[in-house]
């Protein structure tokens, strides 16, 4: 069975950072792309950034510039390094194994609170 924890979330004011991990088990992690996503409160959940199983990265505009994601394939973890926070960057923050901007499992982990204040 395949859990996705997420963590590193917390309480930052606007243009601080934080850096978010997601450590996966139950799944062969080396081979899957993964992906970033966050959900506002009121609002759908919106794909944020993914990296290959080869590295490649890619964000969405909103994050582009400020964001980085990463992968330690021994630690079976994503991270995404968040830069010059914004109050419009709060949500809660999710990892799922991805395809394109298209998350597969329908099953998410609970999920890390990041709150940006002005």
């Known amino acids: 069975q395949v859990q996705l924890v997420e963590s590193g979330g917390g309480l930052v004011q606007a243009g601080e950072s934080l850096r978010l991990s997601c450590a996966a088990s139950?799944?062969?992690?080396?081979?899957?792309?993964m992906g970033w996503y966050r959900q506002a409160p009121g609002k759908q959940r919106e794909w944020v950034a993914t990296i290959t199983s080869g590295g490649t990265t890619n964000y969405a505009d909103s994050v582009k510039g400020r964001f980085t994601i990463s992968r330690d394939n021994g630690k079976n973890t994503v991270y995404l390094q968040m830069n010059s926070l914004k109050p419009e960057d709060t949500a809660v923050y999710y990892c799922n194994l991805n395809s394109g901007r298209e998350y597969i499992l329908s099953s998410w982990g609970q999920g890390t609170q990041v709150t940006v204040s002005s």
């Open positions: 139950g799944v062969f992690f080396r081979i899957n792309a």
